[in-house]
């Protein structure tokens, strides 16, 4: 399969697709997924925390588009180190490499649906990131309608999405879905255990450091 066939194919046929791409590698096209990855996830960030009330839509583009891509390669490669650790506990058989290749093209619907979702966040603009102003745009409350009533359709795509990545998963590691889904799980406790240890330890730090300061 070709570049824009791999981008396609990925929505009805992932094992198929995560397949071909394993036979035929390529790095380079796993680092640009996993960067636009990053832009997009960054940018939907930015909309949940509002980062329009503190930074102007320009910074928040440029941020997008040079620390996103940096988040996006380091989730690719800790995701998939993670997945290689814990796949070993069930049997899976794909090297770290090979798995970083199922989840970057397991990673293209959300692409394609960061994408989509783009088009009214430019017509917006600054305010698409800024609090509570989404719903004061009286000529874009259409769209607004629009999202809502489309929300079954969003929810099935979702779990479409989330399938997809587990089945690419699935492909390169010769298990079910069932049991990649296992490992993503797995993986997936780790990270957030990681992450609150790593949190109570700040937190604690922080704590501590005031503590000191005011004694």
Request: proline share 4%; charged share 10%; hydrophobic share 60%.
């Amino acid at each position: 399969m070709n570049h824009l066939s791999l981008l396609l194919t990925i929505w009805v046929k992932p094992r198929d697709t995560v397949r071909s791409a394993l036979e035929s590698p390529s790095p380079p096209r796993e680092l640009i997924l996993a960067g636009l990855f990053g832009i997009g996830g960054f940018l939907e960030r930015s909309e949940e925390g509002s980062f329009g009330d503190d930074l102007s839509l320009g910074w928040i583009l440029a941020l997008a588009f040079t620390v996103g891509p940096l988040i996006g390669l380091l989730s690719l490669y800790l995701i998939s180190a993670l997945l290689h650790w814990t796949g070993k506990l069930f049997g899976g058989r794909a090297g770290v490499s090979e798995l970083r290749t199922a989840v970057a093209h397991g990673w293209i619907p959300f692409i394609w649906l960061s994408a989509a979702q783009a088009i009214p966040t430019v017509m917006m603009g600054q305010s698409a990131f800024a609090r509570g102003e989404a719903s004061d745009l009286g000529d874009f409350g259409f769209l607004q309608g629009i999202l809502v009533g489309l929300l079954p359709i969003w929810v099935l795509l979702g779990v479409w999405m989330a399938a997809i990545a587990v089945l690419s998963v699935a492909e390169a590691q010769g298990f079910s879905a069932w049991m990649a889904l296992a490992n993503y799980f797995l993986a997936f406790m780790i990270m957030v255990v990681a992450a609150v240890v790593v949190a109570i330890a700040v937190v604690s730090f922080v704590a501590l450091t005031g503590m000191m300061d005011t004694s």
